[in-house]
């Protein structure tokens, strides 16, 4: 990571969401490790939810985020896989305004060091919605660790250099 130590941090906003049918608040552990590193960044965690995997309820959460000032960027973590119930990308193609692709091809680069060739089953994605970030992560705990550390934690950051996400923030709604 190369910070800037003469640049300001700038907190942001952010979501968690959780995408899974068997899992509940108590056996959250994916969403657990999300929301402690958010914290330890120093971003406000806004909101926190747990949605089964259906593209529609998943889109709904989405769109309230979306439409909510307070949040700036939403983080999941489930539903992003290549069984029939995983459908987190197909939600957020409902929201979304862009993609972002290089987000996906990082975390795999990223993953298979850890996982190896069975990276190849994660469809990791990130969007820009209506001027929200969206970032989707496998529901492992490895895999959020690898999300946030290996990318998160330095696009989320406004000192990292040369670029950031937040110093995008501003514009992207432009037109």
């Known amino acids: 990571m190369a910070i800037d130590p003469t640049r300001t ?23 657990d490790i999300l929301a402690q590193r ?8 806004t909101a926190r939810a747990i949605e089964k995997d ?3 309820v998943i889109a709904t959460r989405l769109n309230n985020w979306i439409d909510d000032p307070q949040v700036d960027a939403v983080v999941i973590t489930g539903g992003t896989g290549l069984t029939g119930r995983d459908v987190t990308p197909e939600a957020l193609d409902r929201v979304k305004t862009r993609d972002i692709p290089g987000f996906g091809e990082l975390f795999r680069w990223l993953s298979y060091k850890t996982i ?33 550390d290996g990318i998160l934690a330095e696009q989320l950051d406004s000192r990292n250099r040369p670029c950031n996400f937040v110093e995008l923030m501003p514009r992207l709604l432009e037109k």
Not at 39 to 44: E, L, M, N, S, T
């Open 9 to 31: 941090f700038k907190p942001i906003n952010i979501a968690l969401l959780t995408v899974s049918d068997t899992r509940g608040p108590d056996e959250d552990t994916s969403g």
């Open 38 to 45: 958010i914290r330890d960044a120093g971003h406000a965690l």
């Open 54 to 56: 259906d593209a529609g």
């Open 116 to 148: 190896g060739t069975s990276t190849i089953q994660s469809r990791a994605c990130a969007v820009v919605a209506r001027g929200t970030y969206i970032f989707a992560l496998p529901g492992s705990n490895g895999a959020v660790k690898d999300g946030w």
